[in-house]
Structures are given as C-alpha cells and as structure tokens.
Nanobody, 118 residues
Framework: QVQLVESGGGMVQAGGSLRLSCAASGSTFSINARGWYRQAPGKQRELVASITSSGATDYADSVKGRFTISRDNTEDTVYLQMNSLKPEDTALYSC????????????WGQGTQVTVSS
C-alpha cells in the first residue's frame, strides 16, 4: 500500500501562484508514476500533470506553460507549481500514484481545494 498526503491548497486571486505538495509513504517501490488530478463541480476528473520514475513529464493542454510538476531527490514528494492561475483552475486537486504492474492509478490522496477568484 502507498499513502499519499497533499498540502498547499488554498484561495488565490487570478494571476497568482500556489504550490501543492504530495508526500508518499509505504510501498513506494511498487509505483512508477505520480500525478495530479483535479475535479471541478459538475465536471469530469482530469489528469493535470504526471511524472514518471524516469522523470518524464506530461501536462494537460489547459495547464501547459503555467503548471510544473517536479519531485524531490528522494522521489517521495511530488510538487505541482501553479502559476498564472485562472478561475477555471478552481477544483479539488488530488495526487495519485500509478502501480508498476497494473499501469493503473491505484493510490489517491484526500485532495486539497484550490480556489481562484477573479
């Protein structure tokens, strides 16, 4: 099992920045990617950014050039730096971990709310 704990959400004005953190513990050897999902009320959950064990990153088109996913040297903590925030970025952000064997996003954090005011 892998436990994920997010922090760093909050409220910010449009154009501002926030940094989210996701700390992993437990059987982290069993995962090969970390990601950030978000879900706004009435909308489907979407994968915002991901980073693999080899360091490859991927972003949703809606956040390219504004958000950056990174990790610390131990790879236990993943960050999402969000710049130039827009009201449409308002959502519950959850970090996730992908299992090596299944290729599925198996583990989830509790989520942290990001609210961007206009």
């Amino acid at each position: 099992q892998v436990q994920l704990v997010e922090s760093g959400g909050g409220m910010v004005q449009a154009g501002g920045s926030l940094r989210l953190s996701c700390a992993a513990s437990g059987s982290t050897f069993s995962i090969n990617a970390r990601g950030w999902y978000r879900q706004a009320p009435g909308k489907q959950r979407e994968l915002v950014a991901s980073i693999t064990s080899s360091g490859a990153t991927d972003y949703a088109d809606s956040v390219k050039g504004r958000f950056t996913i990174s990790r610390d040297n131990t790879e236990d903590t993943v960050y999402l730096q969000m710049n130039s925030l827009k009201p449409e970025d308002t959502a519950l952000y959850s970090c996730a971990a992908r299992g090596k064997l299944s290729g599925m996003w198996l583990y989830w954090g509790q989520g942290t709310q990001v609210t961007v005011s206009s």
